[in-house]
């Protein structure tokens, strides 16, 4: 089976903007643009082919859809039907007007998440690119980039978290002094559930790490 791209989005507690992060994330890595010109035509840039030689970064579209987990204390479902997951109400049916071809929604106990999630990636190996959104389901998948985002509300934060963002390569923040010790020499972001502070310059380094993580991953395909 193939894997694709996998992006995992966590956070320290409910409603603390990882929604609108995959939103943001869908919206951008579905339509093609490059965010970041190059200062001189041809040079360095002109070696990364497929990029254009007049963009230093792009992101090319692609089709990219999401996982949304739920933690249930006793069953494990999955629902992969778009009209029921299209609800404006919904998270998922967000990440559909955001762009997402598919969208699955996984609800387990931890005990079943390895199994209900490989059912899942199953069903989305056709795809470019994927979005996790859930704590667990990050730490079984291991995505090459991950993002974690702090609440600000540090007696709501989950079992956990200093671990999860510990292996967190951007942090976003709403109140940068309840910030443990762990993640200070990570890419930091101001941000909350409405949406994070310096969009473009958070795009940017999503695109950088896309195109530095792919090439790794290619090496590391020839290498074996």
Do not use: H
């Not at 999630?117 to 690119?129: F, P, Q, T, V």
């Not at 980039?145 to 989950?158: L, S």
């Amino acid at each position: 089976m193939k894997r694709p791209f996998i992006i995992g989005i966590g956070g320290t507690c409910s409603n603390a903007g990882k929604t609108s992060t995959a939103v943001l994330l869908l919206k951008y890595l579905t339509q093609a643009r490059c965010m970041r010109q190059a200062t001189e035509k041809g040079g360095e840039a002109a070696d990364k082919a497929p990029y254009p030689p007049t963009f230093q970064k792009c992101v090319a579209p692609g089709k990219w859809g999401a996982i949304k987990y739920t933690k249930t204390e006793f069953y494990a479902s999955l629902v992969d039907d778009k009209e029921a997951l299209s609800r404006k109400d919904k998270d998922t049916g967000r990440f559909i007007e955001a762009g997402a071809e598919e969208v699955v929604w996984i609800k387990s106990p931890p005990q079943e998440l390895e199994d209900i999630l490989l059912l899942a990636l199953e069903r989305l190996s056709a795809l470019d690119g994927i979005i996790v959104e859930g704590n667990s389901a990050i730490e079984f998948l291991q995505p090459a980039i991950v993002i974690f985002i702090f609440g600000n509300d540090k007696q709501r934060w989950k079992p956990g978290t200093e671990r999860l963002a510990g292996i967190s390569d951007i942090i976003v923040y709403e109140n940068e002094s309840e910030l443990p010790e762990v993640v200070k020499t990570k890419r930091l972001f101001p941000g909350d559930r409405a949406g994070i502070k310096g969009t473009q310059s958070f795009l940017e380094l999503i695109s950088d790490l896309i195109y530095e993580r792919k090439t790794e991953r290619s090496n590391n395909d020839k290498d074996r």
